[in-house]
Each structure stands twice: as C-alpha cells, then as structure tokens.
C-alpha cells in the first residue's frame, strides 16, 4: 500500500478546515488581496534576526526579506492582521508557493531552508500560526520556548529533522488547535500527560514520532474533546490494555480521522478504543499491526465512515457479513490477511465503493458477478489468492447499472488460479491497469484488449496463452507504458517496420516468439528502464542501434536466443549501471570494453574467446557480478582484473584459462563468491586467498592444476559455505582448522536460501539494484549439478580426487550445518571419527576410494537425512549399525571392503541368523497399553512389509501382512535392545516410565536394571510421586548410550526412557512412544 496517499487524503481534510477556520487569505500570507497596515518596527527587526539563523538552500526564497523593504507584511510567507493593529500573526515559510498541504514534501530536494529557530521569534507576540514544514532543522531538538508564544492556534513542523524528546512546554499552547510534528522520525514522546492540556486541540499529527513507552496514550488522547484529526502512524505504540475504571465518554465525539498505521497494535489494544468512536469516524487507517482473529460485528455500527483500511494484520476466518452493511464506504482494504473461503457477495452493496482491496489472502472460489456493478469502483486488488474463476455479467446487465460508464482503472487478478479464457473487458473503457500474471488462463488474448485506449500497463505473464500477438493488440495504446507478456507461447506477429504507438518503460517479452529477425521496433523505445526478451527466438546479430538507446535501463535480458556475431565496442555509457544477462547465446570475440561499465554482467554460455578488454578497467567501475563461465576464453587472467573492486561475484569457471590465479584478485575483498573451476590453471595453491579475500561464501577452485597442500589461512574465512577444491594434484593432509569454517558449524545464520540476493549502489541521487541469480556446478550425490537460488542452503566441502594423506581430522565434525562433504579418490587413512554422527544434516556423503580402516562408526546410524552415502573401496571391517538408513543404501555403498559384513550385504556377520535380518520401529500407545510395529523383514527371496501388534506383557496377539493373517504359532517375537535414537540427552539425567500390567517393586527394578547397565558406573535412580523415574549418570555419554539402545524390559515391563529438556517440568514429558527392536525367527518360507 501507498503510505503517501492515505496521508494526503488527510492534510486535504484539515486544510480544508483551516480554510474555514482563518479564511483563504489569512493562510495565503502577503498573497491576499486586501491591503493592511505597515508592519511594526520591532516586528520588522526580529523576522531580521530570525532570517539570519537560517540558510537558504535555494536562493531567492527569502530575497523580499531586506532592510531596504521597510514593510515586512509584504514578505514572503510574513501575514499582518488589521484586527491586531498590524502585529504580525501567520509566519509560513513552507516550500509550497501554491499553498498545497505539506504532506506532499518529501523529497530532499523540496527543502528551501535549513538553520535553528531563533528565540527573536518570541517578538511575534500576536504570532497564532507558524508553518516551518520541510525546513531543516539539523537534528535539532524543538525550543522549549515555543511554548512562550501562547496565542498559537496553528503549529507545523512537519518533516523538519528535528530530534530528542518534545517539550512538554507546549503544554502551554492552550488555544492550539493543529499540531503537526510528523515525519520527523528522530523525535521521542515517553510522557504524553502535557498533551491532554492542549484542550482546544483539533489536529494531532505525531507520524513517526517513537512513542514506545507512552503508555497513557490512549489516556490522553480520549481527554481531548475537540480533537477531528489524530495521526499517530509509525509510532511504535505500546499495546496497552483500557482499565474498565477508565471512562471514554468524554472522549471526542467528533473525531473524524484516526490513523494508527505502521504500529504493533493488538485487536485488544485497538477495538475497544475505535468503538467508542463508531458513530463520527470518516477515515480509519490500521494498516501493518498485529490485529487478529476476526473482525467484529460491532464495525457496521460505524455510520459515516467512509475510509477502511486493515490491510497488512493478521485477522482471519471468512469477509463478515457487517462488511457488506457499511454502505457509506468508499475505500476498503483487507489485503495481506489471513480471510479465507470466497469474496463476501454482499460486498456488491457498497455502491460508493471507489477502492477494493482484498489481496494477498486465502480467498478461493469464483469472483463475485455483484462486484462488477459497483459503477463508481476505481481501484480493485485481488491478487495473491486462490480465485479460480472471474465471470464479467453480460453487457447489457452491466450498461443496466451503469449506464453511462463504468469507472474502473485499476484491475488486478494476478497470482491466482484462474482458470479459462481472458476476460471481455472492453466495457471499462477507462482501464489504466490490467495485471492478470501468474494465472491458468489459456486460448488467445482478444483483440480487444486494442481497444482499451486508457491503458498504461498490460500484464498477462506467466499464463498459458497462445495464438498471435499482432498490430491489432497494440496500435492504439498509445498510453502503454508497461507490457509483459512473457512465460506465454505467444507468437510476435509485427511487421519489422512497425513503428508502435508507445514509449514503453517495462518489456517483458520472454518466451515470446519474436524473431528470428532482431525487432526493429525496440529502435524507438528509447526510454525503458527494464527490457526482457529471452527465449524469444532470435537468432540473428544484436544491431549497433541497438546500444545506442535508452540510457535509464537498468535491466537487460537477452539470454537463451541464438544471437550470433561480435558485439562492437561503444562509447556508450549506461546511467545507472544496468543488470545486462546476454547468457546463452552463440555470440562470439572479444568482450567490449564498454560491457564492463554496467553492474552486473552474464556473458556466459557464449563463444567468447578474448578477455584483453578487460585491460583498460580501471578503479572507478561499478561492476559487482561478472559471470563469464562457460566460454572459449584463454590465456592468462589478466592482473588488472584486480581493478573491479566493487565486485561481489565472479565467475569464470569453464574456459580454457591457464597460468596462474593472479595475487591482484585479493584487492576485491567484497567478494562473496569466486568461481574459477574447470579451467587450466596451475602452480601452488594461492596462500593469499585466505586473508585477501574474509567474505567469500562460495570458493570454487575445482578441476584445474593447483598443487601443493591446503594453506592454512584458507581456515580464515569464516563466511565459507561452499568449498570445492577437487580434481587438483594437492597433496599433504586436510588442515584440522577447518573447524574456524564458522558458518559451517553454526546454526541459523540465514533465512534466505540464496547467497545474498540483492545489492544497491551507485553515485548520490542515482542508485541501482542488482538481483544475483547465484549458481555454482557441484558434484552432488556423485552427478555434475548446477545450484541456483539455494546456496544459502548448501554448506558442502568436496576435497574429492586429489592427492591427500593422512587421517580424515575429527575437528571436521564441528561443522554440524554440513549437507555434502566428498573426500573419496584420495589416500586417507585410519578410521572414520567416530562421532561423525555429529553432522546430523548431511544428505551426501562420499569417503571412498581411499585407505580407511577400521568399523563404520555407529553414530553414522543417526544421521537419519543421509540421501547417498559411498563408502566403498577402503579397508573397513566389522559389522554395519544397523539402522533406517544404513540398510537401505545400495549394495555398492559399501563394496570393496572386503572385512565389512551386515546388511544390505550378503556377507552375515559371526552369530547372525542366516536366512533373516530384521529390523523394526515400536511406538507405545500409552491408552491402549500396546506397541504397534511396523516391520520391514527382508528374506533371501522377497522383501516383507509386516504390521503387528503386541501386547506390552510381551506375548504376540495379531500379525498382518495387508488383510492376510499370519498364525502367531508360526512366529517368535523378541524385543532387543536397539541401537539407534536421534535423540540426545541435554544432561545426564534421563526420565522414564514403566508400562506394566502390575507395579514392579523396587527391589525388582533395581536388580533388572543392574545387571542390565553393569557398564555403566555411579548411576542412581528414585521415583516421584507421579511415578516417574529419575535417573542420574556419572557422565553425559551414559546417560546417551543408555537412551539410544532403548528399550529396556523389566521383567516384561517396558520402560520408556526419554531425555529431560531443563526447560520442562518431569511432568511435562510426553511417554507416548519409544522406538523399540524386534527381532522375529521361524517366519513361514512362503514369506
């Protein structure tokens, strides 16, 4: 939503009733027409001396302010009144000449002054109205002898830097009746109770003003009888409950205008005080604050409001049927809610509807046909939904409710479900907007979409419509200033001579077919700032004309066509350092110089063959993404590609590049990614990249000739994510300070899946937003993959098929945020770390081909994400942990280590049943006092998905496989002790519970559990009053091997152990279900 428009609507509302109150020329200053008195002499002096604290930012705005001019009621922005004897009492020195409402200053460039108040203006004893809007104050705090001038009705300070906390001298100010202090978002208020003594107040404007610990607002403001007006957006508002002893009768009850925009207001906070006011309320603004549930039905009491505006909270459930009743309504905002089921019908009541917002909700269905007849409906927002279909009356039911026009301008349906053809919407002939992207619309766009003349944007993006796009469409659109068909299978059907009605600010045409020709009608669009058209079929040389245009582009994307031939250089330089993609094409040559004076620049995917032109860059460049992979480049990085030391990626992975990596690159220490992979390039591994470069997030030296061993001060960059240095001749062993990678091993670091987005730059009053499409190719799960947009996600080290030695350093398993980490085709030795278990979010492990020995660790069963795991090709032993995971990789996993046995290989292990391995999943369901199982036994011949239920007295009562019952005679079930829980202890103290038929005495439970942790020294238990068991570890490692071989049966009762989190209370523990081990013998061969 539009902060500024709201606001305006506001300042017009009061302006026109100071109008009322002062007359025209009492607020026009020396404007007026009537002649008046000359003013007094010390009058004359003091507005000097005034002046002289104040610096004109623009000359000649006080220039009628000399001592030559004697009468200081002719100078700019001075009033004189008959009625005080010549005294002057109006001062305006605001920047607006035509007297407009201040609200629409802005821009820095709208000031005209800038200086202190001088303390002379306590000569203006007769002074009642004072307007220093948009004057810069500097930081300045508010004089608290403003509150000396006693006789002010009118005070405006609006959007003048002021700063610190407001005087309560202004308490003072007993006839004041507007006070804007706004915009000035520097300004503190803790105590508002000085407020509530400005009785004669009608306008009360405090917009960003922190009043975060102003806990009596609600207080004061409700002792204010008078008061019509009260903006109080951005001001941090406490929430704050209404005691039932307050009285809010009297209260205005003519306030007209409320705004509480931009706050963290609850709906307790909010509703109560809006009530008291549902019968004078004209204007209610409570977009962006923490409402929710739903909307009461007390709001249709509301009988003059006029202006509804709950966009951006968080209320819920269906539109209420008392929206539909507020018939005075003429804006009405709902969008960025939670609103649910279809749009209210009944909404197609408020014939003075001019504004319809109900936007980026979970509304569904089909979009009500009432709606359409709302004649005086300007603006109308539907986008972001679930609307599946949009049904326009038939025209002469529509000419039957407006018959002489209809005033929509707005109409915006984008991102739903829309299903169908496009609309006719050739009846709203005043149409200025239509965005209809990101919908299942199909068949051809009508013609009579040509006919809407208003028209200044178009967006059917990303639909599945075909057919042709010809003259027809767009001849008459002479207004067009935005057009995006793209994501479509539309057919450009122009011809090449056309010349097009329109000055287009926004292209998008990709995937549209517009060539195979180059479109000559893009030669007189010289004015746009965005221009897509990838995908579009052309195959044909980019024109020299073509570089010639429009300078105020700061998005270019030519990428996916077949553009062939070299780009010549130009002097041509671009305004505001565009985003040029011209990736995927055939295009060949040298790069021009002038390519590299953009901001961010893909040539990938092209036939470029030299990178001399990179030579003449010098330190003054803008360029902050390059990406040149995957081209015919050659030769030498040259040294001045040290010069971009704005840059923030670089990518030139995929050439033919040799030599080595230039030293110069360690000035671009904003660089953030770096990819040089896939190249030629050799000599030892550069040991400046480690503190050259701190905030690289992507290192990418793979599959070149880098020799030598890892540098250690490569463990500096602590901002690593992702580290490929595989397919080089390195040597030595893998450095045990990786454990610095700090954002390897920390946990949420980020939100966003993608490394850092968005990036802005560029000179003062200019500036330019670079969005990087970031990617990297990986080897992902033993494939070459491409990541886009996900980086943020991948936390990965591939050190793969090099020449390293030496144990794998436990300190690897401090990198706990790792997914993928590939040390195979190396000469490693000794074991695996045995707490690799750590690295709980790894989906790809790859360690063979190398020299370890040793068992494969059993914390490797915990890493329940793991999605491929090699191991094969070592020296490993013993027996696999059994586990979900470990049993469910492939045979090759673990192939080519001959000493390994378990399942999944055919190898058994000394002492397992040779004809099964079972493995099993219990849950305890407390209420039922059974454990339901779900059993994958694999046999030698089929595979067997079993489900059981047994009772918790251990004896075997069902056994299903689908509808097919098993004779329980035929089986033996046993519960074993398991091996694997993700689970891990906070402490060393471990709750359970006992689920048994009978109660176990203590000396029953001691002696079984004895025996069964004799491994286990110093451990203790007791039994509280709710008969959960506590039991206490000498160490944090047997508390967790106790909990992960759970569970444990005592005397055929079974006890649930879980962790104890110090934030829950014993009580609090859910014993519900325990993973539990079965192990089944005599299973039927026929199975």
């Known amino acids: 939503m539009n902060r500024l428009a709201p606001q305006i609507v506001i300042l017009v509302m009061f302006w026109t009733y100071l109008r009322g109150i002062h007359g025209v020329n009492y607020i026009a200053g020396s404007i007026g027409e009537a002649k008046i008195m000359r003013c007094i002499d010390h009058e004359r002096q003091a507005l000097l001396k005034f002046k002289q604290q104040l610096y004109q930012i623009k000359d000649g705005f006080l220039s009628s302010w000399e001592k030559e001019n004697t009468d200081c009621c002719d100078w700019y922005g001075v009033q004189c009144s008959n009625e005080s004897g010549g005294h002057v009492t109006a001062l305006d020195l605001s920047p607006s000449t035509n007297r407009l409402p201040p609200r629409l200053f802005y821009e820095e460039e709208d000031r005209f002054l800038r200086g202190n108040i001088s303390s002379w203006i306590l000569e203006l004893k007769f002074l009642t109205y004072l307007d220093l809007s948009s004057v810069d104050f500097q930081g300045n705090q508010i004089p608290f002898f403003i509150g000396a001038l006693t006789q002010f009705r009118y005070l405006n300070l609006f959007y003048t830097q002021m700063n610190g906390e407001i005087p309560p001298q202004l308490a003072n100010l007993s006839s004041l009746q507007v006070l804007d202090l706004g915009n000035n978002y520097e300004l503190t208020l803790t105590n508002m109770k000085w407020v509530s003594h400005l009785s004669s107040l009608r306008v009360l404007d405090l917009t960003e003003t922190n009043m975060s610990k102003a806990i009596d607002w609600v207080q004061t403001v409700s002792q204010l009888p008078y008061l019509t007006n009260l903006v109080l957006s951005l001001c941090q508002l406490p929430n704050i409950t209404i005691p039932s002893s307050l009285s809010l009768l009297n209260s205005s009850k003519s306030l007209a205008i409320l705004d509480l925009s931009y706050n963290r207001l609850s709906a307790g906070s909010v509703y109560q005080m809006i009530l008291n006011f549902s019968r004078s309320l004209v204007h209610l603004n409570l977009w962006e604050n923490q409402i929710n549930g739903f909307i009461p039905e007390a709001f249709q009491n509301m009988s003059a409001l006029e202006y509804l505006e709950l966009g951006a909270n968080e209320l819920e459930g269906f539109i209420p049927e008392a929206l539909g009743k507020m018939s005075t309504l003429t804006h009405l905002g709902l969008n960025l809610n939670e609103f649910k089921g279809s749009i209210l019908e009944a909404l197609g009541n408020l ?302 992975g995929s050439n033919s590049l040799s030599q080595e990596l230039p030293s110069s690159l360690k000035r671009c220490t904003n660089l953030v990614a770096l990819n040089v992979g896939e190249n030629r390039l050799f000599g030892p591994m550069p040991t400046w990249i480690g503190e050259g470069l701190p905030n690289v997030v992507i290192l990418t030296l793979r599959s070149n000739h880098f020799f030598g061993s890892i540098p250690s001060n490569l463990c500096q960059m602590s901002h690593l994510n992702l580290l490929d240095l595989s397919s080089n001749n390195i040597s030595g062993s893998i450095p045990k300070c990786l454990n610095n990678l700090t954002a390897m091993k920390a946990q949420n670091v980020s939100f966003f899946t993608a490394i850092d987005h968005d990036y802005s730059y560029g000179t003062e009053g200019s500036a330019t937003y670079i969005s990087f499409d970031d990617q990297v190719q990986l080897v992902w799960k033993g494939t070459l993959s491409v990541f886009r947009n996900t980086l943020g996600l991948v936390r990965s080290i591939d050190l793969s098929n090099n020449k390293l030695t030496g144990k794998i350093p436990t300190e690897i398993t401090e990198l706990v945020e790792l997914v993928s980490l590939n040390f195979s085709r190396n000469s490693l030795s000794g074991e695996i770390p045995s707490n690799i278990g750590r690295l709980k979010l790894l989906d790809n492990l790859d360690l063979s081909n190398n020299r370890l020995s040793g068992q494969v660790p059993l914390s490797l069963s915990q890493v329940d994400r793991l999605g491929r795991l090699d191991l094969s090709n070592n020296n490993l032993s013993g027996k696999i942990p059994i586990s979900t995971q470990l049993q469910s990789f492939d045979v090759s996993s673990y192939a080519g280590n001959s000493q390994l046995c378990g399942a999944p290989l055919p190898k058994s292990c000394p002492g397992d049943e040779p004809t099964i391995t079972s493995k099993a999943l219990m849950f305890q369901e407390m209420t039922a006092t059974r454990v339901l199982l779900f059993h994958e036994v694999k046999t030698k011949l089929l595979p067997v998905v079993l489900r059981l239920f047994v009772m918790a007295d251990n004896s075997l009562s069902h056994l299903f496989e689908e509808t097919v019952q098993v004779s329980t005679a035929d089986l033996t079930c046993r519960l074993d002790p398991g091996e694997v829980d993700n689970q891990e202890p906070q402490g060393k103290i471990l709750l359970g519970k006992l689920i048994s038929r009978g109660k176990l005495s203590r000396n029953v439970i001691a002696g079984t559990l004895k025996k069964a942790w004799a491994s286990f020294k110093g451990w203790s238990w007791k039994e509280d009053n709710d008969g959960i068991l506590h039991f206490s570890f000498a160490t944090k490692e047997d508390a967790w091997n106790v909990l992960q071989r759970r569970p444990w049966i005592v005397c055929g009762a079974l006890l649930i152990i879980m962790p104890w989190p110090s934030w829950l209370a014993p009580a609090e523990i859910v014993f519900d279900k325990s993973p539990v081990w079965v192990r089944l013998s005599g299973i039927p061969p026929f199975y």
């Open 351 to 652: 014939t003075d509807l001019t504004y319809l917002d109900v936007g980026s909700n979970q509304l569904e269905g089909e979009f009500p046909k009432s709606l359409w007849n709302l004649c005086k409906l300007r603006t109308l927002r539907a986008r972001e939904n679930n609307i599946r279909r949009v049904m326009i009356p038939e025209q002469n039911q529509l000419l039957s409710r407006c018959p002489q026009y209809h005033s929509l301008e707005y109409l915006d349906f984008g991102w739903n479900r829309i299903i169908g053809p496009l609309p006719n919407l050739t009846l709203f002939s005043s149409l200025k907007v239509i965005t209809l992207y990101l919908n299942q619309f199909s068949g051809t766009v009508p013609e009579s979409f040509g006919r809407l003349t208003q028209l200044e944007e178009l967006d059917l993006s990303s639909n599945s419509l075909k057919g042709v796009i010809s003259e027809a469409h767009l001849s008459k659109l002479s207004k067009l200033s935005h057009l995006s068909f793209s994501q479509n299978s539309l057919i450009w059907n122009i011809t090449y001579y056309w010349l097009p009605p329109f000055k287009l600010d926004f292209i998008g045409l990709e995937f549209c077919k517009l060539g195979p020709r180059f479109p000559k009608w893009l030669q007189t669009q010289k004015d746009y700032s965005i221009l897509s058209i990838s995908n579009a079929g052309i195959s044909d040389s980019i024109p020299n004309w073509f570089w010639d245009i429009s300078n105020s582009c700061y998005s270019m994307d030519l990428s996916d066509n077949q553009l062939h031939g070299k780009i010549t250089d130009s002097s041509f330089e671009f305004m505001y350092y565009p985003e040029v993609n011209l990736s995927s094409n055939e295009l060949e040559g040298s790069i021009p110089h002038f390519m590299f004076k953009v901001g961010a620049l893909d040539l990938s995917m092209n036939k470029f063959s030299k990178l001399d032109s990179i030579c003449h860059i010098t330190n003054d460049t803008n360029l902050i993404i390059l990406v040149l992979a995957n081209n015919k480049l050659s030769g030498k990085i040259p040294i001045s590609i040290g010069s971009l030391t704005p840059i923030i990626a670089l990518n030139l």
